[in-house]
Nanobody
């Protein structure tokens, strides 16, 4: 099995910063792309940022210039540095990863359990 565990969420004032971490563990041969998605109350889950195994990044327009995604392949961990936070960034943030469990297996999609980020005005 593969587990993704997020940490780093919390309550912060508008203009503040938070750093989210997501560590993958279990039976892992390699990890392809990783990403952060978020879901505000009453809304659909949406992309925040993704990063490939080679380091190519992609951001939602709403977070460009404020959020930075990075990863440590040796630790199977992805990070999301969030700066200049706004109340509209309030959501549950989920980590996603495409994981190959064995050298000859397919890529499986895994999600973390989510971490709450609340930005007060």
């Amino acid at each position: 099995q593969v587990q993704l565990v997020e940490s780093g969420g919390g309550l912060v004032q508008a203009g503040g910063s938070l750093r989210l971490s997501c560590a993958a563990s279990g039976s892992i041969f390699s990890i392809d792309s990783m990403g952060w998605y978020r879901q505000a109350a009453g809304k659909q889950r949406e992309l925040a940022a993704t990063i490939t195994s080679g380091g190519t990044t992609n951001y939602a327009d709403s977070v460009k210039g404020r959020f930075t995604i990075s990863r440590d392949n040796a630790k199977n961990t992805v990070y999301l540095q969030m700066n200049v936070l706004k109340p509209e960034d309030t959501a549950v943030y989920y980590c996603k990863a495409y994981v190959r469990r064995y050298s000859n297996s397919y890529l499986g999609l895994y999600w973390g359990q989510g971490t709450q980020v609340t930005v007060s005005s």
